[in-house]
């Protein structure tokens, strides 16, 4: 078991052993899931991959609008390992 010390603004800091447990690098983000026993769950943040997430990314990124075919088009070249960069 780890003992940390809370300081007087509330703060926490673990050690590196226990980030490297967690698998959690510098810069990345903890989740802690409070239970009503006054427990609480800590593990790394991860992203959960949802399709929904990805929707709107690249939302005003560019002007040229793509028909359908050439979606599919591009889809299958990337599939096939033939990704074309740059303009056709």
Do not use: C, Y
């Not at 703060?11 to 510098?26: C, D, N, P, S, Y």
């Not at 040229?64 to 740059?86: D, F, L, P, S």
Request: proline residues 2%; positive net charge; without cysteine.
């Amino acid at each position: 078991m780890a003992t940390l010390t809370v300081t007087e603004r509330g703060q926490v800091t673990f050690r590196k052993k226990v980030l490297e447990h967690l698998g959690i690098k510098a810069g990345e983000k903890i989740e802690l899931d409070l239970l009503p026993d006054g427990r609480g769950i800590i593990r790394a943040a991860r992203p959960s991959g949802k399709i929904d997430d990805f929707f709107g990314v690249l939302a005003g990124k560019t002007k040229k609008v793509a028909t359908i075919e050439e979606m599919n088009e591009a889809a299958a070249r990337g599939w096939a390992g033939k990704v074309k960069m740059g303009k056709k």
